[in-house]
Structures are given as C-alpha cells and as structure tokens.
C-alpha cells in the first residue's frame, strides 16, 4: 500500500529529553490489492483507495548529537480509513461504479524510531520507522519539520 499525508505535531519538552503532545494526519492510500467484497453481479477490480485520518498524543526521548537528532517515542490515539473500491459492472462495455465499502475507527498504538539532522536553524529533515503494538501493521516515511524556535531552543 502507498500512502501520502501530511501531519502536524506540538511538542513540549518536559526536561531530561523528554517530550509530549499531540499529532495529527490526514492522507490518502491505494494498493492494488484484490478487494475482497461483491457488489451484485459486479466483478471487483483489483485496486482500492481510501482516505485516512489519525490523532494521537505522543510520548518520547530525544537526544541530539551535533547536527542530528535520534529519538524513541510511543505514541496512543485513533486512526479512520474510509474505503471505497470500484467494481467493474460490464468489463465488455467498460462500465463500472464505486462502492463505499468502511469506516474503521479504531485504537491505534505505535512504538517509533525518528532520525532527523537539522538543515538550517529553524528546518530539520530526517526519516522515521513505526509499529503498531497489536502487530496489525507498520510505517515507514520521510519528514520534513518546521520548527517555531531555532533548533528548539536546544543551542
């Protein structure tokens, strides 16, 4: 599956490296994977897509070393992803339709791995690693952090 989000996350150091805040995402996400539901006498076709949403407060430790920065964080909250699927009424004629398949709001909870290097005083762009607790899957992604004080006030 492919995904593409964007996300906002306030944090606050409480001392010792450690912090806490909220975060929040919304993207998008496609595969091409079979669906696995029937409409009628439709074929489904082998794609899906759906939006998503989530919202988690986070927890974490960081230490930076020079110009980069590693942190650990576990991070709780909800995650939505909508789903549609299209199906193929006549695959003849080429006709087809979308069927809305699922909402599935559910509890979310992630242990994560950030590496980041600051690239100006107030920008840093680095890479993450998650997985979710119950096993139900993992992320991996790019970041690219605007920061409202120059090296968040760490120099």
Do not use: C, K
């Amino acid at each position: 599956m492919n995904a593409v989000g964007v996300g906002l996350r306030l944090t606050i150091d409480i001392g010792a490296g450690f912090y806490v805040g909220p975060e929040g995402e919304i993207g998008a996400a496609t595969a091409s994977l079979p669906v696995r539901a029937v409409a009628l006498d439709a074929e489904p076709l082998s794609a899906w897509q759906g939006g998503y949403g989530q919202l988690v407060g986070v927890f974490g430790a960081r230490r930076t070393l020079g110009r980069a920065r590693v942190a650990v964080e576990l991070a709780g909250g909800v995650l939505a992803t909508p789903v549609t699927a299209r199906f193929a009424d006549d695959p003849d004629a080429g006709t087809s339709h979308t069927t809305y398949l699922s909402a599935s709001p559910r509890l979310t909870a992630e242990a994560r791995v950030r590496v980041s290097r600051w690239i100006s005083p107030w920008a840093s762009a680095g890479a993450f690693a998650g997985a979710d607790i119950t096993g139900r899957g993992y992320s991996v992604g790019l970041q690219l952090g605007l920061h409202l004080r120059a090296f968040d006030g760490g120099r």
